[in-house]
Nanobody, 122 residues
Framework: VQLQASGGGLVQPGGSLTLSCAAS????????MGWFRQPPGKEREFVAT????????YYADSVNGRFTISRDNAKRMVWLQMRALKAEDTAVYYC????????????????WGQGTLVTVSS
């Protein structure tokens, strides 16, 4: 199983950024996928999750209405579109796979990508 996250960078407050996660080595369409983030000096926290089909999505309260998770099973990709970014969104963002399916619980995720850094600053 390989999960390769990309798309991080420096963005100004109020700006937008889209993160990508490329998956390989497993039956991508069978599993739930999620995004987590780890702010500097803090614990890793849940951001968003999507079911295997893409039909259901769930977001952390802190990003609901600003972030959108999506996936394309044919391309083996999952994305996190982020808009109206705030300084508190600064973190390393990780994509992850859950055999348990649709879940916001960190412990339910079995495989993790390497992370991509998002810095929101003027």
């Amino acid at each position: 199983v390989q999960l390769q996250a990309s798309g991080g960078g420096l963005v100004q407050p109020g700006g937008s950024l889209t993160l990508s996660c490329a998956a390989s080595g497993f039956a991508f369409g069978d599993y739930g996928m999620g995004w987590f983030r780890q702010p500097p000096g803090k614990e890793r926290e849940f951001v968003a999750t999507v079911t295997w089909s893409g039909s259901s999505k769930y977001y952390a309260d802190s990003v609901n209405g600003r972030f959108t998770i999506s996936r394309d099973n044919a391309k083996r990709m999952v994305w996190l579109q982020m808009r109206a970014l705030k300084a508190e969104d600064t973190a390393v963002y990780y994509c992850a796979l859950s055999r348990a399916g649709f879940t916001a619980t960190r412990g339910d995720y079995d495989y993790w990508g390497q992370g991509t850094l998002v810095t929101v600053s003027s």
